[in-house]
């Protein structure tokens, strides 16, 4: 398979779609499982009790992998590569780097095959990056340098 970059946005439309996706398979469910088009800060999953951490991190596990389904890379196995996530917030507030990090979002791309797994031996540089787009808050994932398992 070629080595090409592969560019991922999580937008508002994004969220849109996988909520009729969720409350169709969930026809009793009451609230949407994400609220935004960017990974919960750690300062909010931090101090969650267990159970609700876990269930956060369900919730965004459920959603990456559909996500990764619905662009066709489900099971792709990248066995090497960079990312850079660039989250673009709705509000000019102070947001810190830092707490920027895609736990969740990593979990589901390697529960999806997305790539093989998250530790430094597969991913070996992350990039974080912040900024503010009132109209349209997201996050765009860059994903280079990529090399794929060699059979045999």
């Given amino acids: 398979m070629k080595n090409k970059n592969i560019k991922l946005i999580i937008d508002?439309?994004?969220?849109?779609e996988y909520t009729k996706y969720y409350f169709s398979i969930h026809r009793n469910a009451k609230k949407k499982p994400i609220d935004q088009p960017y990974h919960p800060s750690i300062n909010r999953w931090m101090i969650m009790k267990r159970p609700m951490m876990n269930a956060l991190k369900q919730k965004w596990k459920d959603f990456?992998?559909?996500?990764?389904?619905n662009q066709g890379y489900s099971n792709l196995h990248i066995d090497k590569c960079e990312m850079k996530f660039s989250v673009?917030?709705?509000t000019n507030h102070r947001h810190d780097i830092d707490n920027t990090v895609p736990k969740f979002?990593?979990?589901g791309f390697v529960e999806s095959g997305f790539i093989i797994?998250?530790?430094c031996n597969h991913l070996t540089s992350l990039t974080l990056q912040?900024?503010?787009?009132?109209k349209n808050p997201r996050?765009?994932?860059e994903v280079y340098n990529i090399k794929y398992k060699t059979k045999g």
Avoid: A, M
């Avoid at 508002?12 to 849109?16: A, R």
């Fill in 105 to 107: 979002i990593l979990d």
């Fill in 130 to 134: 912040c900024g503010y787009d009132k």
């Fill in 117 to 119: 797994d998250d530790d």
């Fill in 139 to 141: 996050t765009e994932i």
């Fill in 88 to 90: 673009y917030y709705s």
């Fill in 12 to 16: 508002k439309e994004t969220i849109s």
């Fill in 64 to 69: 990456i992998i559909w996500f990764i389904r």
